[in-house]
């Protein structure tokens, strides 16, 4: 047993992370290896560095990925300690371990930061992912509810990869999935698509992943997965249930207050856009009700110029700024939804 071993005992192997250090990163990473590997200092440190990486690679894997196919911040602290416990005392036979610990190998090879990070947390084969697979293998041989997900899972993969677009979300983040239709729809909150799904009656994944995109607008493939789940049923496990996360926009009274006000401030003619819109009606006939609206172009136009201004007034209202990927195009859709439940009449 190496010296250094007994250092580990004063890193609790429960102890949580908290954002803010979480948030306090710096590349040291291979000081800390070297002095850590010497004589056990910095243990504290190195461990939260690990913690700030593990979150980010933890960050897109679903629930059957962690320990008791629970993903929690428990479940993440486990494996980042588990981790760095690996590194620390676990020799490795494969490259570019050849027997020996990961941080024997990082310091005898002198191995910079990239490198260190990449065959802890990035690489296919890192030592985080390798945890991360050998839990999903476990959780899978143990649960048939899992199994049963995972295929699932990985049909309505294919039908995306083969039928619709990717929408990145940002570094980090799964993307979520749109389809290409070339018309805009009023996006439904998530009970509706799974309702719609249901009223499908049909075991085919690729309808039933079509309509979830044309109800609930783009989704990522866990929540899609989600969604035909909580729609059609588990048939191994009748009384599991799936509990989607509610969008909660169309609630916030300063949001409706603010959406109802822009709406009122619109000339008739962008009015009865928006309201053909949520209705479905295509650029040919939204170019045909209206003669100001002679071509595609014009009506793009249109739309983003109304955009605008929902969008403008909805960031006041929240006090913020709007995010970076926010269009007005994009934004338009919720804002149907809100100005449905606010004016159910003019969009029935």
Partial sequence: MRAVLPNLDKVSPYRSITPRELMDASDTMPDLVRSFERDGSNA????????????????????????????????VDDLGNRAFSSCASIEKGRFPFSGRTPFASFVQEGFDGRTIRYHSFY??????????????????????????????????????KESCTAV??????????????????MVRPIEVAIARVRDLHTDDIQAQVFEALSTAGPQTQSRLTHI??????????????????????????????????????????DQSLLIAL???????????????????????????????????????????????????????????TVLAELYPHDFA
């Fill in 228 to 269: 035909i789940e909580a729609a059609t049923g588990c048939p191994i496990s009748e009384d599991h249930a799936v509990d989607p996360t509610e969008d909660n926009t169309a609630d916030r009274m300063s949001v409706r207050q603010a959406v109802a006000e822009a709406w009122n401030a619109l000339e008739d003619s």
């Fill in 168 to 185: 990145p979300q940002g570094r980090g983040l799964p993307p979520k999935w749109s389809r290409n239709t070339g018309t805009l729809h």
């Fill in 123 to 160: 690489a296919k084969l890192s030592i985080t992912r390798e945890l991360l697979r050998d839990d999903y293998a476990f959780n899978l041989r143990r649960n048939p509810v899992l199994r049963w997900r995972a295929e699932l899972y990985a049909n309505i993969g294919a039908v995306l």
């Fill in 278 to 336: 949520a209705k479905g009606s295509s650029y040919d006939e939204l170019i045909a009700a209206s003669p100001s609206l002679n071509n595609k172009v014009a009506v793009s136009r249109a739309v983003s110029r109304v955009g605008s201004l929902f969008l403008e007034v909805v960031t006041e209202a929240i006090g913020g700024t709007a995010d970076a990927t926010a269009t007005p195009r994009t934004l338009i859709e919720p804002i149907l």
């Fill in 44 to 75: 504290a440190t190195l461990l939260r560095e690990f913690m700030r990486h593990i979150a980010k690679v933890a960050r897109p894997y679903p629930d059957a990925y962690f320990a008791l196919g629970q993903k929690s911040d428990d479940a």
